[in-house]
Each structure stands twice: as C-alpha cells, then as structure tokens.
C-alpha cells in the first residue's frame, strides 16, 4: 500500500526532537537547544501554517492585493521548517552518530574525491555562509550527485530540485549562547554531533525523490 505523505493545508507540527535538550552537551547546550527548537522552529511552522490558511482565504474571496506579502512568508518559513527538521536528525549525541555509511562514503568520493576534502569545503561554506545562512550538502537528481551548497538566505534556492541531506545552521541563534561570535568553533565542534546514520538514510531517500522531516 502506498503511504500518504501529504500534510494538509494549515496543520504542519513541529516535530519532536529524536533526543532530549541536553544530549548534546557539551557542543550544543540544553539551553540554546531549547530556545532553538521551541522559540525558532515552532515560529517557522506556526508562520507557515498561517501564510497557508491566509493563501485559502485569498482565494476564497479572490483577493490577491497581498499575494507578495504570503508567498514570501510561504517561502521564509516552509523552508525554516523544512531545515530546521533534517537539522535535528542529522545530529546524535557525541559518539552516537556512527561513521558514513557506505552509500555516504562512496558519493561523497564520487562528487568530492576525499571525505576529508568534502569536509573541509563543507566547514568552510558554513563559516563563510553570510548572516542568516546554512551549509547544505544536497543530493541533486538532475545530475545525480552530491553538491555542498550555501544557502544564504533560505527562501532562496540555490540549485531547483535539490534534496538536503546535511544541514548546518549558521544562523547566529544556533550557535551564540554557546559560543558568541566563535562560528569556526561552532562548526568544528558540530562534526563530532553528526548523525551519520540518518544521513545515509535520507540519501537513500533521495535516490528517490523523497524528503522526510522526521
Ligand atoms: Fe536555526
């Protein structure tokens, strides 16, 4: 039987953590976990829902003054969702996460050369990424391979099509408490967080045209 992956109009949640607030200590603190998850997570879905509903509304009453307005906000905020979700299961508490698996391992050397060069470029994008930014390894189905990607500002696609597979936040809400403006030792750090189970699972997922959030 084929699964119904579709999320009706206006009821997006946001997901549970696969973790609990502390777990990862001492990289990402129980604190700035919180604020990150309940605070800025939960704002990107509760905006996402309500641009949807506002969107049915427009259409109902075939008012379309304010299309720019919700369709930003449609963009800005399914986007924050959608990121912030593969953000929380790519990570696992320190020593938890395992070592790529062997898909990972082998289109990570067919798109990079070397899993410590496709680390070094990833680190470097996510350090350089400008302001409100991310790093993004994607799996691209149009040439079927890997790309790291910066998302500058995340409305924005960087490459049509795209599926994100590991994500890191750049955002300075992500990183501050626990490091102010130290971002290099934020990215550093975060390797040893990286959940490389469910990387290669949602890679697997990818050859397939699909993206889970959970
Ligand atoms: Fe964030």
Redesign the pocket.
């Known amino acids: 039987m084929k699964q119904n992956l579709t999320i009706p109009i206006g009821q997006h949640k946001l997901p549970n953590l696969p973790y609990s607030y502390n777990a990862l200590e001492p990289i990402i603190s129980s604190f700035a976990l919180q604020i990150?998850h309940l605070k800025?997570h939960k704002s990107y879905v509760d905006g996402l829902n309500k641009a949807e509903i506002e969107l049915v509304e427009a259409r109902k009453t075939n008012d379309f003054s304010l299309i720019k307005h919700w369709t930003r906000e449609l963009a800005f905020n399914g986007s924050g969702h959608i990121l912030?979700s593969i953000y929380w299961t790519i990570m696992a508490p320190a020593g938890r996460g395992g070592n790529p698996g062997l898909h990972t391992l082998n289109q990570i050397n067919n798109s990079f050369g070397s899993f410590s060069s496709f680390q070094k470029q990833f680190s470097q994008t996510a350090i350089d990424v400008e302001a409100s930014g991310w790093a993004a390894l994607v799996w691209n189905p149009a040439w079927q391979r890997l790309e790291i990607l910066a998302v500058e500002k995340h409305q924005n696609l960087t490459q049509w099509g795209s599926i994100p597979i590991l994500v890191l936040?750049s955002?300075e809400?992500?990183y501050y408490v626990d490091y102010q403006n130290r971002r290099n030792e934020y990215v550093n750090s975060w390797w040893r967080i990286v959940n490389w189970y469910d990387v290669e699972r949602r890679l697997l997922f990818a050859a397939k045209g699909q993206l889970p959030l959970v």
């Open positions: 990150h800025h912030h936040d955002w809400h992500a």
